[in-house]
């Protein structure tokens, strides 16, 4: 028979684990906006992306969920996109940000992946900044353009249910969070696709991605 004395600190015990599980749930759910499957939450790339907090050297693998080193990924297909469309060009390397009004980290990021391409650029390697928006509607991209200074011209995925097609042809889970980098190279091929936001450390991998 146990002793019911033992009951308060039982309790308390389940509180404190209650209270880490919480605080763990948060810390994935950091950087990143929409829902995923369970599996997508452990990633190799985040926990090798650690490496790289550490100080180590920056590497394309651990940055990336989905990498190539070469042009034996898929060719880049969108879907449709509505009237402004998207298109990788020719001798030009292509990133992608996939990104909607409502996600926080998205909209937190973008003057950041300016400055980056603005950089990169200077640098000598080309790249072309473009965006996609998986707003469910044109009006909800009319109204976030007009209430912001300078906003980017963006795309917009006109049918929902593509996306998750979309982002599995990628190489990504269906329902990977927002959001999402995606680097094309000049013939055309997905080199790497990213699912959540960028840190200041990962401008290094991405140089190092454009010269593979």
């Known amino acids: 028979m146990h002793d ?3 009951q308060p600190q039982r309790v308390r015990r389940v ?6 599980t919480t605080a763990l749930l948060a810390v994935v759910a950091l950087g ?3 829902k995923s499957d369970p599996s997508s939450q452990n990633l190799p790339s985040r926990a090798e992306g650690a490496k790289v907090n550490a100080g180590q050297k920056a590497s394309t693998a651990a940055f990336c969920d989905f990498h190539k080193a070469d042009d034996s990924g898929p060719v880049l297909q969108l879907p449709e996109v509505g009237e402004y469309k998207v298109t990788s060009k020719p001798g030009s390397w292509t990133w992608l940000n996939v990104w909607a009004t409502w996600c926080k980290p998205c909209v937190d990021e973008m003057p950041k992946l ?3 391409q603005q950089k990169l650029e200077a640098g000598g390697k080309k790249i072309d900044l473009e965006f996609i928006s998986v707003d469910e509607t044109d009006d909800q991209v009319a109204a976030y353009q007009k209430a912001h200074h300078d906003p980017p011209h963006t795309a917009r995925i006109t049918d929902q249910k593509a996306k998750e097609t979309w982002f599995k042809q990628l190489g990504l889970d269906a329902g990977a969070p927002i ?3 995606i680097f094309v ?8 696709a990213r699912a959540g936001s960028v840190r200041e ?3 290094a991998a991405i140089e190092l991605l454009l010269t593979e």
């Open 4 to 6: 019911r004395r033992d």
């Open 201 to 203: 450390q990962d401008l």
């Open 32 to 34: 990143s906006c929409g």
């Open 114 to 116: 300016a400055t980056w």
């Open 185 to 192: 190279s000049p013939t055309g091929h997905v080199r790497c």
């Open 179 to 181: 959001p999402l980098h």
């Open 15 to 20: 509180d404190r684990l209650s209270a880490v």
